[in-house]
């Protein structure tokens, strides 16, 4: 995707703030449904950015920067290219421009974050503790102005006085950017601290390039009437909504707001179709129901643990189970029609026994994997325990496992997230083939001794999890017997 001009417009705009954790895919979209015309990602670290690689995802349609550890930590897709603004966490130019250049051709303007309070932020000497350092300030801004196809801005708070602030956005706007942000909230204040209307407005009466208002939501900003009051009160070109919108992104909507159950709904289905992970879809939908999260249906979703059980809280249970399906047979179909780029285990592949299937934890009974069924059906049998090669892909990191049982080789030809869910799979082909039950809830079968699963045999596709395996390495090992473990929590985005 590229985006061939610089015109990306900042005057009488309405913009979705970024956000921390708030502001990845699903919801980018789903405020560009609803009014919004500028939307902003969340804060992402320039070291972060930098350890990751551009994959284009075929199945999701979208680009995705991803990590060493195979986490996606920034996905964007074509529908967004020309309206999505990337915000990043710096405090060195070199590192800044060099992430400008990593995304500028997918998205359509660099921001560069200079006003989060957080530690996260501010330990770094980003966020709002550059404000401190004007001549570092100038620098990234200018080095990026210079360096990068895309339109720069940043966003930042008022200092304690009136007259350093209008001496700092000067001093800014002489690097070239194309627009600043101002949170009327001093570095030390919070949301219940009065938002200053009259720092942004001689911010704006100072600077010929626009400027937008921000930090509007908990005085001023409770539906889209309120929007333009708090432009015209901070006569600001445009105005970036960040809680307000974030509690229901349908507040960009000229005509009102919609129902928060049709909201969440929507989000849900974004999530679902473009693989956002739980965590952080379950974290959105938390901040959308507020004071609702002890309603039955804020219970339901409180307790769920993965994006099927979010779904089936909110009556999505079926569009979960159909869509998942799609986005299988897109990608089975991707690998089939692309052999040249499908590298398969240094084997002979002739005899191998092979299906389309993969493992999801949630199918299966707490404390039983196809893997478990599959060894204690080779040791009632008296056979050789079965044997695992795995390799890793290059192109996109997915791996798959070929086993051999009793010297037969079985594979499932969908590639997987991790070395282990790539094992799972294998086991399974072995065991469908031989009309062998596989741990399956509700599934009749012979009783497995009991045995307590290590940890990562829990991993539903957390690339935290996963073991390391060089590209193209071939993992030969026998399946022992595991050891007890508890999961680690999976961090939010």
């Known amino acids: 995707m590229i985006v061939n001009s610089l015109s990306l417009c900042y005057h009488n705009k309405l913009i979705l703030a970024p956000m921390v954790r708030v502001g990845t895919l699903p919801m980018r979209l789903l405020a560009l449904d609803y009014g919004a015309d500028i939307v902003y990602c969340e804060e992402l670290i320039d070291l972060k950015m930098l350890q990751c690689k551009r994959v284009v995802n075929e199945a999701l349609s979208t680009v995705d920067f991803v990590a060493p550890d195979d986490r996606v930590v920034f996905r964007t897709c074509e529908r967004e290219q020309s309206r999505v603004v990337f915000q990043m966490g710096t405090s060195d130019a070199e590192r800044a421009l060099a992430v400008a250049r990593l995304v500028e051709n997918d998205v359509a303007g660099i921001d560069v974050n200079m006003g989060c309070p957080k530690e996260y932020s501010t330990k770094g000497g980003m966020g709002a503790a550059l404000l401190s350092d004007p001549d570092k300030i100038e620098k990234i801004l200018s080095t990026l102005v210079k360096g990068t196809q895309r339109p720069v801005t940043c966003k930042i708070r008022i200092l304690p006085s009136l007259e ?31 938002v200053s209307c009259e720092a942004i407005k001689a911010v704006a009466e100072t600077l010929s390039i626009p400027v937008i208002a921000n930090g509007g939501s908990h005085d001023h900003i409770q539906g889209y009437l309120d929007i333009e009051d708090f ?18 992104p349908s507040i960009f909507l000229k005509e009102g707001p919609r129902p928060l159950e049709e909201v969440m709904q929507k989000y849900i289905r974004y999530a679902v179709q473009y693989d956002n992970h739980y965590t952080n879809t379950k974290y959105c939908l938390c901040q959308m129901l507020r004071e609702q999260l002890e309603s039955p249906q804020g219970r339901l979703l409180h307790a769920a643990q993965s994006s099927q059980e979010i779904c089936e809280a909110f009556g999505l249970g079926a569009f979960y189970e159909e869509t998942t399906r799609e986005l299988d047979a897109r990608r089975a179909k991707l690998l089939a029609r692309s052999p040249e780029e499908v590298e398969e285990p240094a084997e002979d592949t002739s005899g191998i026994i092979k299906m389309a299937v993969k493992f999801d934890r949630r199918a299966y009974s ?6 478990m069924c599959l060894l204690e059906w080779c040791r009632r049998e008296k056979l050789a325990q079965p044997v695992y090669e795995t390799v890793q892909r290059p192109l996109d990191r997915l791996f798959c496992s070929v ?10 030809t969908l590639w997987d997230k991790s070395k282990k869910l790539a094992e799972q799979a294998a086991a399974i082909v072995c065991l469908r083939s031989q009309g062998l039950p596989e741990g399956r809830l509700r599934e009749e079968g012979p009783s497995l001794h009991k045995r307590k699963r290590e940890a990562p045999d829990q991993d539903t596709g957390d690339p935290r999890a996963q073991e390391p395996v ?24």
């Open 366 to 371: 707490p404390q039983i994997t196809p893997k």
């Open 164 to 194: 350093d602030t209008l001496s700092l956005v000067k001093r800014i706007e002489r690097t070239g950017i194309a627009a600043i942000a101002v949170h009327g909230r001093k570095r030390e204040e919070r949301p219940q601290h009065p």
């Open 403 to 412: 086993v051999t049982v009793a010297e037969q080789k079985y594979q499932s």
């Open 231 to 248: 432009r015209q009160a901070t006569a600001a070109s445009s105005v970036m909504v960040a809680r307000a919108a974030m509690w229901n």
């Open 470 to 493: 060089m590209p193209g390495e071939l993992c030969k090992k026998p399946f022992l017997a595991l050891a007890s473990g508890k999961e680690s929590p999976l961090e939010g985005w």
